[in-house]
């Protein structure tokens, strides 16, 4: 992305005064801050209109809250990167949102460095978590790996399962094995946005909406460990 100019955020907070510090600051650190919001609807509807390459969103949202913006605004465009950056540092809190397709979660405890490297980071598909809740994450990736949830149209018994390219499983199983989008363009010498439409080719031949249920579709078929 930063080969193509700034990288566009976009800043979701119900707090006027914070979310127009957070937005300065990423402003002045040479991001292009597209738009921001102080509330899920308005969320929604800006995002779809800005199409930032990463969402900055704080959870507790009026009108609607922060995951069931995450989960919209990732379905509606899964090149879409989220960063939260909440409060509360509450397991149920953040396990909810990586579930609705958040690629990180900061506190708002984090220093401003902090949250610019996060965002940086964020926008390549690097998954960034606070210190302390990484390893919660991954747990809860591997947990609901191993339960078995076949979405539609992805029995692997069905003979009118979707084919995936040779390549499109070779991306899968590098995501599947948790490396971010970057690491995959390096390992495989293409562009990082090639990557990128990979895994949205998979996600729409698999009917699946987000990182965790396509991580959940190569765990269960043994692709993480080829």
């Known amino acids: 992305m930063s080969e193509?100019?700034?990288?566009?955020?976009?800043?979701?907070?119900?707090?006027?005064?914070?979310?127009?510090?957070?937005?300065r600051d990423l402003a002045e650190s040479g991001f292009d801050v597209v738009a921001t919001a102080g509330d899920g609807e308005q969320a929604v509807r800006r995002a779809k209109a800005a199409a930032p390459d990463v969402l900055v969103l704080d959870l507790n949202l009026p009108a609607k809250p922060g995951v069931q913006v995450c989960k919209e605004l990732v379905g509606h465009d899964p090149a879409l990167r989220v960063l939260v950056l909440s409060a509360s540092g509450e397991h149920a809190d953040v396990l909810e949102a990586v579930k609705s397709g958040a690629t990180g979660y900061l506190l708002k405890s984090a220093s401003t460095e902090e949250l610019l490297d996060a965002v940086r980071r964020t926008a390549v598909g690097d998954p960034v978590f606070t210190p302390?809740?990484?390893?919660?994450?991954l747990g809860e990736?591997?947990?609901l790996a191993s339960e078995p949830a076949?979405?539609?149209g992805?029995?692997?018994d069905d003979p009118e399962a979707p084919r995936l390219t040779d390549r499109e499983t070779e991306v899968l199983r590098l995501v599947a094995k948790g490396l971010s989008y970057k690491q995959i363009a390096e390992r495989l010498v293409i562009s990082h946005r090639t990557v990128q439409n990979h895994v949205q080719n998979t996600l729409g031949k698999l009917q699946l909406h987000n990182r965790v249920e396509l991580v959940r579709y190569a765990i269960e078929r043994g692709l993480d460990d080829e």
């Open 4 to 23: 193509q100019g700034p990288i566009k955020v976009m800043v979701v907070d119900d707090h006027p005064m914070w979310r127009d510090a957070v937005a």
């Open 132 to 137: 302390g809740l990484a390893g919660l994450v």
């Open 141 to 143: 990736y591997r947990r």
């Open 150 to 152: 076949p979405a539609p």
């Open 154 to 156: 992805t029995n692997g």
